[in-house]
């Protein structure tokens, strides 16, 4: 079964056990449908992205603020990572998403805050940025990835480019020594109420990083 089928059914399942009628439904869908001409473009492009950074993820994999699920549930199905983590903060959407991982044996979602020192993970091959860091600053979640990537590693990051956030992460990254392994432009769309262009770009540590750390491995 394709994801985007799996996480239509298992959302629909989850509306139903919590009440949700048929009034509600249709009230719900159409409420959405009717921005649908504003959004489309949008809409394809984070679906795009979606399967764009599925592509380029590898071992094993933190997906940070990871949503719905979907898109580690599309990551995880794509036979390039040994194991997924998607963590979010928002208990709600955790609980939704823990549905996902009986259709994926290599997925697991995670209730917390990327930016808590606390958080215990371990650590990572890829760690993935998906429509997340426009909202933020992103050095400090781009130093705390260096607390978890492994020597050798890669960020992705895709998004769209809103408050110079593409440059922004570019700089970032030089200055904490990670090479610029990829960056492309996926299109433009409407985001936030800007037209602005959607771009991924992968950000790779080196090979000798972090293997003075007996934790980096």
Do not use: C
């Not at 009628?21 to 979606?50: C, K």
């Not at 590898?58 to 580690?72: C, E, K, M, N, Y």
């Amino acid at each position: 079964m394709e994801p985007l089928r799996v996480f239509y059914s298992e959302a629909l399942k989850h509306f139903e056990e919590a009440g949700g009628s048929e009034e509600d439904f249709m009230w719900l869908v159409g409420s959405r449908l009717a921005w649908f001409r504003l959004y489309r473009d949008e809409i394809r492009l984070r679906l795009r992205m979606i399967e764009e950074v599925s592509r380029r993820i590898r071992g094993r994999v933190l997906d940070v603020g990871s949503g719905t699920g979907f898109p580690a549930l599309v990551m995880a199905l794509s036979g390039n990572a040994e194991e997924i983590v998607g963590l979010e903060k928002d208990p709600y959407m955790v609980e939704f998403s823990k549905r996902l991982e009986k259709h994926a044996p290599n997925l697991r979602f995670v209730e917390g805050d990327f930016l808590d020192r606390n958080v215990k993970l371990g650590k990572f091959d890829t760690v993935v940025f998906m429509y997340v860091l426009h909202d933020f600053e992103p050095e400090g979640f781009l130093r705390q990835t260096l607390e978890v990537l492994r020597s050798g590693g890669r960020v992705v990051v895709a998004d769209f480019d809103l408050n110079g956030l593409r440059e922004r992460v570019k700089d970032i990254g030089r200055a904490k020594g990670l090479e610029l392994f990829d960056d492309i432009s996926l299109g433009r769309a409407m985001s936030h109420g800007k037209l602005s262009g959607a771009f991924l770009m992968v950000l790779r540590r080196d090979e000798s990083e972090g293997r003075a750390n007996p934790d980096a491995g």
